[in-house]
Every structure is written in structure tokens, then in C-alpha cells.
């Protein structure tokens, strides 16, 4: 079967390809040359095939450590964990190295920054979580689902899939800023050398609540007064995130009632919330009447009233 020259030329051609240094935040000085092509378009999700590319390069380049690559056309790549060798003939000679490259190209992907989201306290005590600092890389996102909150039909909430550069220690409820807009990591996962979260476009909205948990020193009942004096209650800050904030009644003379949706991340509290803890929101006391699981996000659905 005739060949065309120039497929075989182009079989043989190399780019040269920009290193990034996670230290400096800046590409090279160190350098890699290596040759493109295109992956196999049946892949398991739908647009992976026209994110990813191979990138081949001989045995005596450094391929060690890169997270992220720039091509000669400015074209930016994350680099998979994970290398290949390829020998053409089946043997046991290496002649080239298969580097999997996805592209983080604008509109979907770029330079980003990650924002952990971390408490400082210990055992039962861990305090309100603390939003950062930030850690600069890159990451490309592809459209998951959108969802539309109950009662908001014209709000749509949207779900990505993020592949991210491995400089980054994500966990559950961190949040990653790409292109202004807020995502908050929801599951993580690693695939073929990647680094992958499914994220909510979710803003930063921790809110800083006070438990009043019993206290652990018994009561003292005093023969002369006939009362029974109780340990002081022993108060624990937790940050959560509000749902839903219902009030029920609505003349003056009328009693008030609100009730309150709580999630609480499970990292981010010490203890776990039971019915009849109290708690303290902008100085109003409120009284834990619901206390549920959310497994799939690995939080805790609280309900409180008042």
C-alpha cells in the first residue's frame, strides 16, 4: 500500500515543550522535546477525546515530576501520573515514552487556584474551619449535571467533573477558583494517572455556629435548697452551611417559630450532633430536633427549631 511522505515525515516530527516549575509558577526554563497525537475517540466520557492527546518522547528525557507541560502553540497540558513505555515491535526494547496530556485551554480550563478548607483544633474541639492559603495550578473542567433546587425553578446548580495538577493536597469541601467562579469539591478520585473531583459551582459560605453540649460533670444536689445544681453546658464552635431557614407565624401577639437546615461536614466537627444539643446562631439559641446522615457527601443533616 503507498504511503504519503509527509505522514511519514510527520510520524518523526517533535515539539519542544515548556516544563512547569510549581515553585516559581512559571514555565522553563526546563524544556522537553517531544512528538503529539491524538488519542482514540472512544472514551468513556464525551468530550475526553478532544481534551486528550499522547505525548511521545525518547527514553533519555527526564519525564520525572511534571505536572503540566506548554507547547510551542501555548497550548497547556496536564500530564498524567502514569508512563508508558511503548516498544513497537512487542520486545522488550523502550524507544519511546507515552505521556497522557489533558488540555486546560480556555474556556474550560486554565490557570486556577485551590483553596483547602482545614480546622485547627483537636478531639472534639476542632473550631471553625479556615479558608486557605491558596496553592496555584491548573485544572479543566467538563459539565457533570445541573439540578434545579426545590422551589427555584429558574436557578439551575451545576456539577462538574475537575482534573487538577497533582501539587495540589485537595480534600472533600475544598474549593478550587478557576476563571472566577467557585467550586466546591464533593468526591475525589484518581484514573489513569489523573487527578479527578466531581465539584458543585458552589461559593464559599461557612457559617460559624456554637453547640451547647451537656456537661460532662455530674450534677450536685443540695439537701438545704432541695435544687440540683447542673455542670456548666461546654460550648464547641463548628462552621455549617444553611440550607433552608423557615419561619412560622406572623402576627406580633403570636408566637414565632423558625427551623433551621444544617449540613455539616463530618471532618470539620469533633462529635456527633444528637437530639437535644443546643445551638447558638447570631445569639439565638436553638434546639437540635433532627439529626440525619449524608453519606454520599460526607456530612451531617442537622435540623434545628426554636
Same mark, same amino acid.
Not at 515553585?23 to 486528550?52: E, M
Not at 475537575?162 to 472566577?180: C, E, H, P, R, S
Not at 444544617?262 to 456527633?272: E, K, N, R, S, V
Given at each position: 500500500?503507498?504511503?504519503?511522505?509527509?505522514?511519514?515525515?510527520?510520524?518523526?516530527?517533535?515539539?519542544?515543550?515548556?516544563?512547569?516549575?510549581?515553585?516559581?509558577?512559571?514555565?522553563?526554563?526546563?524544556?522537553?522535546?517531544?512528538?503529539?497525537?491524538?488519542?482514540?475517540?472512544?472514551?468513556?466520557?464525551?468530550?475526553?477525546?478532544?481534551?486528550?492527546?499522547?505525548?511521545?518522547?525518547?527514553?533519555?528525557?527526564?519525564?520525572?515530576?511534571?505536572?503540566?507541560?506548554?507547547?510551542?502553540?501555548?497550548?497547556?497540558?496536564?500530564?498524567?501520573?502514569?508512563?508508558?513505555?511503548?516498544?513497537?515491535?512487542?520486545?522488550?526494547?523502550?524507544?519511546?515514552?507515552?505521556?497522557?496530556?489533558?488540555?486546560?485551554?480556555?474556556?474550560?480550563?486554565?490557570?486556577?487556584?485551590?483553596?483547602?478548607?482545614?480546622?485547627?483544633?483537636?478531639?472534639?474541639? @476542632? %473550631?471553625?474551619? *479556615? /479558608?486557605?492559603?491558596? =496553592?496555584?495550578?491548573?485544572? !479543566?473542567?467538563?459539565?457533570?449535571? #445541573?439540578? $434545579?433546587?426545590?422551589?427555584?425553578?429558574?436557578?439551575?446548580?451545576?456539577?462538574?467533573?475537575?482534573?487538577?495538577?497533582?501539587?495540589?493536597?485537595?480534600?472533600?469541601?475544598?474549593?478550587?477558583?478557576?476563571?472566577?467562579?467557585?467550586?466546591?469539591?464533593?468526591?475525589?478520585?484518581?484514573?489513569?494517572?489523573?487527578?479527578?473531583?466531581?465539584?458543585?459551582?458552589?461559593?464559599?459560605?461557612?457559617?460559624?455556629?456554637?453547640?451547647?453540649?451537656?456537661?460532662?460533670?455530674?450534677?450536685?444536689?443540695?439537701?438545704?435548697?432541695?435544687?440540683?445544681?447542673?455542670?456548666?453546658?461546654?460550648?464547641?464552635?463548628?462552621?455549617?452551611?444553611?440550607?433552608?431557614?423557615?419561619?412560622?407565624?406572623?402576627?406580633?401577639?403570636?408566637?414565632?417559630?423558625?427551623?433551621?437546615?444544617?449540613?455539616?461536614?463530618?471532618?470539620?466537627?469533633?462529635?456527633?450532633?444528637? @437530639? %437535644?444539643?443546643? *445551638? /447558638?446562631?447570631?445569639? =439565638?439559641?436553638?434546639?437540635? !430536633?433532627?439529626?440525619?446522615?449524608? #453519606?454520599? $457527601?460526607?456530612?451531617?443533616?442537622?435540623?434545628?427549631?426554636?
Amino acid at each position: 500500500m503507498p504511503t504519503s511522505i509527509s505522514v511519514s515525515a510527520g510520524f518523526f516530527k517533535r515539539d519542544s515543550f515548556q516544563v512547569w516549575n510549581p515553585g516559581t509558577l512559571t514555565f522553563g526554563p526546563r524544556t522537553i522535546t517531544g512528538r503529539k497525537k491524538r488519542i482514540d475517540a472512544f472514551v468513556s466520557l464525551w468530550h475526553r477525546s478532544s481534551r486528550r492527546e499522547h505525548i511521545y518522547v525518547l527514553p533519555e528525557e527526564d519525564v520525572s515530576g511534571i505536572l503540566a507541560l506548554r507547547s510551542t502553540t501555548g497550548i497547556i497540558y496536564l500530564i498524567s501520573g502514569t508512563q508508558e513505555a511503548d516498544s513497537w515491535q512487542g520486545d522488550d526494547n523502550r524507544y519511546e515514552y507515552l505521556l497522557r496530556g489533558h488540555k486546560v485551554t480556555s474556556p474550560s480550563g486554565g490557570a486556577a487556584e485551590h483553596y483547602p478548607v482545614r480546622v485547627a483544633g483537636s478531639g472534639d474541639d @476542632l %473550631g471553625p474551619v *479556615v /479558608l486557605g492559603p491558596a =496553592v496555584v495550578g491548573y485544572a !479543566d473542567t467538563e459539565l457533570r449535571s #445541573t439540578s $434545579e433546587p426545590r422551589e427555584q425553578l429558574q436557578i439551575a446548580e451545576a456539577e462538574y467533573f475537575l482534573a487538577y495538577t497533582g501539587n495540589w493536597q485537595v480534600q472533600d469541601a475544598d474549593f478550587i477558583k478557576l476563571d472566577g467562579a467557585w467550586h466546591r469539591i464533593m468526591e475525589l478520585n484518581f484514573d489513569s494517572g489523573y487527578y479527578y473531583a466531581r465539584a458543585k459551582q458552589d461559593a464559599p459560605r461557612f457559617q460559624t455556629v456554637e453547640f451547647k453540649l451537656p456537661s460532662t460533670t455530674p450534677g450536685v444536689f443540695d439537701p438545704r435548697t432541695g435544687k440540683l445544681t447542673a455542670g456548666t453546658e461546654m460550648t464547641r464552635q463548628v462552621s455549617v452551611l444553611i440550607k433552608d431557614q423557615t419561619r412560622l407565624g406572623q402576627l406580633a401577639q403570636h408566637q414565632i417559630s423558625e427551623r433551621l437546615e444544617l449540613y455539616i461536614y463530618q471532618a470539620h466537627i469533633g462529635f456527633m450532633p444528637r @437530639l %437535644g444539643h443546643g *445551638v /447558638l446562631l447570631d445569639n =439565638v439559641r436553638y434546639t437540635v !430536633d433532627e439529626v440525619g446522615e449524608v #453519606t454520599n $457527601e460526607k456530612q451531617w443533616r442537622v435540623v434545628v427549631t426554636r
